[in-house]
């Protein structure tokens, strides 16, 4: 990676060599869409990589928002991490099922806290299972930590601030959902939002960052193609947006990987502007 930035992704050889680190905290953050028909936390109660604990990504958000999973005051983070067995100087590391879907929520959500020592399992669940390691259905003994955060708001940007960048447009606006989804012709999969994407949007669907083989993130050079070839300057200010802010946060990922970090995410995406009728929208 260019500069000194520290990578965000931790290989499957790494995690494994510390397993065992009472300094390191593996997090199972798997989720899936309602219409996927899967439980993550039963998944996890199956069985996970040994030592992690289960992240519960509509339980670890703000409970008095009607909108899905989003980010929580920073006094109800500070229990929750605390809950888990995390404290500010904790490495976390964590991964999920599908191999990079749902991981890199949790992932930003600690970086906006300020937790440095977060990384992504590169390949997640998939290539650790692939490379026939170990997994147990075992639950840590957890003491509960003390959790300090500070909310840095340059990272999420409300509905007011996307109205406001669409008027403006000094920041690019990149959206992660399918391109059936982004232009209008495949229905969204929760119920009353309507199809289409932000006005001046491009497309960038998450998984075109992925490779299909072992589910690891593209080689940089690779990633980097994949922004530019949809007419993303990496060096201008870019809000990332999905269907309710979670695989925003892969786009976001894939800018951090490239040392360009002037990225923030769109906390309610299209689950908050497909459900407001007073908002403009765009098909293709």
Not at 64 to 84: I, Y
Not at 117 to 126: M, N, R, S, T
Not at 193 to 199: F, L, Q, Y
Request: glycine content about 8%; aromatic content about 8%; proline content about 6%.
């Amino acid at each position: 990676m260019s500069g000194s930035q520290q990578s965000p992704l931790m290989s499957t050889d790494r995690l494994a060599d510390c397993l065992d680190e009472p300094s390191v905290r593996i997090v199972d953050a798997s989720w899936y869409l309602p219409t996927m028909n899967r439980d993550g936390s039963a998944e996890y109660n199956n069985a996970h990589i040994p030592g992690a604990v289960y992240w519960d990504i509509d339980k670890i958000a703000d409970q008095d928002s009607h909108l899905p999973h989003m980010m929580p005051a920073s006094n109800q983070f500070e229990t929750q991490m605390g809950e888990l067995g995390i404290n500010n100087e904790t490495t976390v590391v964590v991964y999920d099922a599908l191999g990079l879907f749902s991981a890199a929520r949790p992932w930003w959500m600690l970086r906006a806290f300020g937790h440095q020592k977060a990384f992504i399992l590169d390949g997640g669940l998939p290539k650790w299972m692939a490379e026939g390691r170990p997994l147990n259905a075992d639950k840590p003994d957890l003491l509960t930590c003390s959790y300090n955060a500070k909310l840095d708001t340059r990272l999420i940007k409300s509905v007011e601030d996307v109205i406001e960048n669409v008027k403006s447009k000094s920041a690019q606006l990149v959206d992660a959902r399918s391109q059936g989804r982004f232009c209008g012709k495949d229905a969204e999969p929760r119920p009353g939002c309507r199809s289409g994407h932000i006005p001046g949007a491009v497309n960038l669907p998450f998984d075109h960052l992925i490779d299909p083989q072992n589910k690891t993130l593209l080689p940089e050079h690779a990633l980097r193609a994949r922004y530019e070839n949809v007419g993303i300057d990496l060096d201008k200010t870019t809000i990332t947006s999905c269907g309710s802010g979670v695989t925003a946060c892969i786009l976001a990922l894939g800018m951090y990987v490239l040392n360009k970090p002037n990225v923030s995410v769109y906390d309610g995406s299209w689950s908050e502007w497909g459900t407001q009728d007073d908002l403009p929208l765009e098909t293709v």
